[in-house]
């Protein structure tokens, strides 16, 4: 196919659809990528250029409408979503190429003739280039495509949907493979029809840049991301079908940031599902939708060094927040509310997370369940006040010689220490309490306690909460004389304990406790009793 001049020689040429003629290459309905590649190779040996392709329906056969491979800054125009090219292959096809503009064109599918590597826009090495403002529709595999090596290339305002799920579990809206770096995914619209299994793949792309896209019934997950140092970043996510996807957000990637997503679902599904390291997840909101079942707001698996904070998530037949096998992550100044389970649920396996300045309410369950180690909480100190036995108070002694630890010696049978406080304001459960002595006597096993507490609100009666814990053994074993010790009072040794909140006014009161099951007896100087609480 020639060059029909129309005028000046230039680097713009025009392809247009018969009967219209205008164009410097002509295209009938059939096998039109060889006036399309003709045009591009007239374009590319002039050093670049734009190619104008009118309104029309280009149509290949199983081969790409058209082929921008080895060719460095040319811009493919076209006239809106009446611009269609229509392929069983892909539509558009990039390769090692720079400098690219792909813009106001519709890459349609051939839906009769589909294979299963049927892209609508499919950069591969390229750099530097844009896909903006364009119509992707019934691809059988993606949508749009930067693989192998892509590189500083944006993806803006396209439409993109009837991307139904291929054989190979594929089937994205948008996919960043393989190698690439510093790409940018922005505003683009994202209809996955229930059947498309991602709205947006990160399979190998990393430094990358995904910003207010939206996404609409995605099959399994809206945005899935698996390379590291991605920004996921004001998306919004919405499903509303039958089809129930796994998350909206899932991220196996470390060193990445999850922020400001708008996530809604009607369905049993989490919101944010996290499985990398040094992941920073904030300011995010997820709703259960329009009262239907759903299920994690933010569900966190071997996550370790990262920040969930201010997030907003509501409802589910599940928890607000779930941590399984955690540690070391900060859970701070969440708003986790009206779950059918826990606000926060943290499991056996995690370690060493702090939880601070979090929002529960309203979970049916409880606000928080704690059964991780270390688990660093907010804690209210009461010191031990007074001391005494069966004759009455200051018959316990208070222990302040120099040199050794002080504070109130029970190491009789009847002897007691005691402690008076209010839950601070903020607290909506108490989580656990924590004795604290230094020991009077070394032992190769444990010692045993009494607890006994009373709290109640404002005009209640004052021990309209009432727990009481016997033959309480000590954190620590073989310890020696002056060694701190420790006793952890929670919900499994009075369901009360998880009752206290803002507000009730606390006695505390500590006994003597007899020997038993290899434990001595309490020989110890009591000095405070700690609560911690969220």
Same mark, same amino acid.
């Given at each position: 196919?020639?060059?029909?001049?129309?005028?000046?020689?230039?680097?713009?040429?025009?392809?247009?659809?018969?009967?219209?003629? $205008? =164009?410097?290459?002509?295209?009938?309905?059939? &096998?039109?990528?060889?006036?399309?590649?003709?045009?591009?190779?007239?374009?590319?040996?002039?050093?670049?250029?734009?190619?104008?392709?009118?309104?029309?329906?280009?149509?290949?056969?199983?081969?790409?409408?058209?082929?921008?491979?080895? @060719? +460095?800054?040319?811009?493919?125009?076209?006239?809106?979503?009446?611009?269609?090219?229509? #392929?069983?292959?892909?539509?558009?096809?990039?390769?090692?190429?720079?400098?690219?503009?792909?813009?106001?064109?519709?890459?349609?599918?051939?839906? +009769?003739?589909?294979?299963?590597?049927?892209? !609508?826009?499919?950069?591969?090495?390229?750099?530097?280039?844009?896909?903006?403002?364009?119509?992707?529709?019934?691809?059988?595999?993606?949508?749009?495509?930067?693989?192998?090596?892509?590189?500083?290339?944006?993806?803006?305002?396209?439409?993109? $949907?009837?991307?139904?799920?291929?054989?190979?579990?594929?089937?994205?809206?948008? #996919?960043?493979?393989? #190698?690439?770096?510093?790409? @940018?995914?922005?505003?683009?619209?994202?209809?996955?029809?229930?059947?498309?299994?991602?709205?947006?793949?990160?399979?190998?792309?990393?430094?990358?840049?995904?910003?207010?896209?939206?996404?609409?019934?995605?099959?399994?997950?809206?945005?899935?991301?698996?390379?590291?140092?991605?920004?996921?970043?004001?998306?919004?996510?919405?499903?509303?079908?039958?089809?129930?996807?796994?998350?909206?957000?899932?991220?196996?990637?470390?060193? $990445?940031?999850?922020?400001?997503?708008?996530?809604?679902?009607? /369905?049993?599904?989490? =919101?944010?599902?996290?499985?990398?390291?040094?992941?920073?997840?904030?300011? &995010?909101?997820?709703?259960? =939708?329009? !009262?239907?079942?759903?299920?994690?707001?933010?569900?966190?698996?071997?996550?370790?060094?990262?920040?969930?904070?201010?997030?907003?998530?509501?409802?589910?037949?599940?928890?607000?927040?779930?941590?399984?096998?955690?540690?070391?992550?900060?859970?701070?100044?969440?708003?986790?509310?009206?779950? +059918?389970?826990?606000?926060?649920?943290?499991?056996?396996?995690?370690?060493?997370?702090?939880?601070?300045?979090?929002?529960?309410?309203?979970?049916? #369950?409880?606000?928080?369940?704690?059964?991780?180690?270390?688990?660093?909480?907010?804690?209210?100190?009461?010191?031990?006040?007074?001391?005494?036995?069966?004759?009455?108070?200051?018959?316990?002694?208070?222990?302040?010689?120099?040199? %050794?630890?002080?504070?109130?010696?029970?190491?009789?049978?009847?002897?007691?220490?005691?402690?008076? =406080?209010?839950?601070?304001?903020?607290?909506?459960? %108490?989580?656990?309490?924590? @004795?604290?002595?230094?020991?009077?006597?070394?032992?190769? &096993?444990?010692?045993?306690?009494?607890?006994?507490?009373?709290?109640?609100?404002?005009?209640?009666?004052?021990?309209?909460?009432?727990?009481?814990?016997? &033959?309480?053994?000590?954190?620590?074993? %073989?310890?020696?004389?002056?060694? @701190?010790?420790?006793?952890?009072?929670?919900?499994?040794?009075?369901?009360?304990?998880?009752? /206290?909140?803002?507000?009730?006014?606390?006695?505390?009161?500590?006994?003597?406790?007899?020997?038993?099951?290899?434990?001595?007896?309490?020989? +110890?100087?009591?000095?405070?009793?700690?609560?911690?609480?969220?």
């Amino acid at each position: 196919m020639s060059y029909t001049r129309m005028g000046t020689i230039c680097a713009t040429v025009v392809v247009s659809m018969e009967p219209d003629r $205008s =164009g410097n290459f002509v295209c009938d309905g059939t &096998n039109d990528n060889v006036e399309l590649n003709a045009a591009v190779t007239y374009v590319n040996a002039l050093g670049g250029g734009e190619i104008f392709v009118l309104r029309g329906t280009y149509i290949a056969g199983a081969v790409p409408v058209i082929s921008l491979n080895n @060719v +460095a800054n040319i811009s493919l125009i076209g006239e809106g979503k009446a611009t269609v090219f229509e #392929t069983a292959a892909d539509c558009i096809e990039a390769n090692t190429s720079t400098g690219l503009i792909i813009t106001h064109v519709c890459a349609h599918s051939n839906t +009769a003739a589909w294979s299963d590597t049927n892209d !609508g826009i499919d950069l591969d090495n390229c750099q530097n280039c844009f896909i903006v403002h364009n119509w992707v529709t019934q691809t059988h595999d993606q949508g749009i495509v930067l693989d192998d090596g892509c590189t500083d290339c944006i993806v803006d305002g396209n439409i993109i $949907s009837g991307i139904p799920h291929a054989d190979d579990n594929l089937g994205n809206g948008i #996919t960043l493979a393989a #190698t690439g770096y510093r790409n @940018v995914v922005v505003n683009n619209i994202i209809d996955c029809n229930e059947t498309g299994d991602n709205g947006i793949y990160l399979s190998g792309s990393r430094d990358s840049n995904i910003h207010n896209n939206t996404i609409l019934n995605p099959r399994i997950y809206g945005i899935q991301v698996l390379t590291t140092l991605n920004d996921i970043i004001e998306n919004r996510i919405i499903v509303t079908g039958d089809q129930v996807p796994t998350a909206l957000i899932y991220s196996a990637a470390t060193d $990445s940031i999850i922020h400001g997503n708008r996530l809604s679902c009607t /369905l049993a599904t989490d =919101g944010i599902y996290c499985t990398g390291d040094r992941t920073i997840i904030t300011s &995010n909101h997820w709703n259960r =939708g329009f !009262g239907a079942a759903a299920l994690i707001g933010i569900r966190l698996s071997g996550v370790a060094d990262s920040v969930i904070m201010n997030n907003i998530m509501r409802g589910g037949t599940g928890d607000c927040c779930d941590l399984v096998n955690c540690d070391n992550n900060a859970i701070i100044g969440n708003i986790f509310t009206l779950s +059918a389970g826990y606000g926060i649920d943290i499991d056996a396996d995690s370690d060493g997370n702090r939880v601070f300045l979090n929002t529960l309410a309203g979970n049916v #369950t409880l606000q928080i369940r704690d059964l991780g180690t270390n688990t660093a909480l907010p804690t209210l100190v009461l010191q031990f006040i007074e001391g005494g036995d069966a004759a009455g108070p200051q018959h316990a002694q208070f222990i302040h010689a120099d040199a %050794n630890p002080m504070g109130w010696e029970i190491n009789l049978a009847a002897e007691w220490a005691i402690a008076l =406080g209010v839950m601070p304001p903020g607290c909506q459960q %108490n989580v656990r309490i924590k @004795v604290w002595a230094a020991a009077s006597a070394a032992t190769a &096993n444990r010692m045993r306690v009494e607890l006994i507490l009373t709290g109640a609100q404002s005009g209640e009666s004052w021990n309209a909460e009432t727990v009481q814990v016997v &033959n309480k053994p000590s954190n620590e074993l %073989n310890f020696a004389v002056n060694d @701190v010790i420790t006793w952890t009072f929670d919900a499994t040794d009075d369901l009360d304990i998880d009752d /206290l909140v803002a507000g009730d006014c606390l006695e505390i009161k500590v006994k003597h406790n007899v020997a038993g099951n290899g434990d001595i007896a309490t020989n +110890a100087v009591f000095r405070c009793v700690t609560f911690e609480y969220v």
